[in-house]
């Protein structure tokens, strides 16, 4: 099981419905077009990610198989992969982002 190929599935399939992930309420495009701008990554943050992603397959908290899917969405040596990404994947990996900098601070990762 791929946690988050299972939640990129799902983004995806929101976005692609234009309906919101939590409420499956329609997404007025001024909403996507703010998203779609403001959802890059910039090295730091992809640095960041990666370091983070290692950290928690470390502590057990993530598979072999979620941590290299992670790492192949990132790719490698800067942010152009991720950038030209599928919007769901760059909000999935926002939200998985927050998630392990949260655990970075509790001292958990």
């Given at each position: 099981?791929?946690?988050?190929?299972?939640?990129?599935?799902?983004?995806?399939?929101?976005?692609n419905r234009?309906?919101?992930?939590?409420?499956?309420?329609?997404?007025?495009?001024?909403?996507?077009?703010?998203?779609?701008?403001?959802?890059?990554?910039?090295?730091?943050?992809?640095?960041?990610?990666?370091?983070?992603?290692?950290?928690?397959?470390?502590?057990?908290?993530?598979?072999?198989?979620?941590?290299?899917y992670i790492?192949?969405?990132?790719?490698?040596?800067?942010?152009?992969?991720?950038?030209?990404?599928?919007?769901?994947?760059?909000?999935?990996?926002?939200?998985?982002?927050?998630?392990?900098?949260?655990?970075?601070?509790?001292?958990?990762?």
């Amino acid at each position: 099981m791929n946690r988050v190929l299972e939640k990129v599935q799902k983004y995806t399939d929101c976005l692609n419905r234009g309906v919101r992930i939590d409420n499956g309420q329609p997404i007025p495009e001024a909403d996507l077009a703010e998203l779609q701008r403001t959802s890059d990554f910039n090295l730091q943050e992809v640095m960041s990610l990666q370091s983070l992603k290692s950290r928690a397959l470390l502590a057990g908290l993530m598979s072999n198989e979620e941590a290299q899917y992670i790492y192949d969405l990132l790719g490698e040596g800067g942010t152009d992969r991720i950038n030209s990404a599928h919007l769901a994947v760059r909000l999935v990996l926002t939200n998985l982002h927050l998630e392990l900098l949260n655990l970075a601070k509790k001292g958990k990762i």
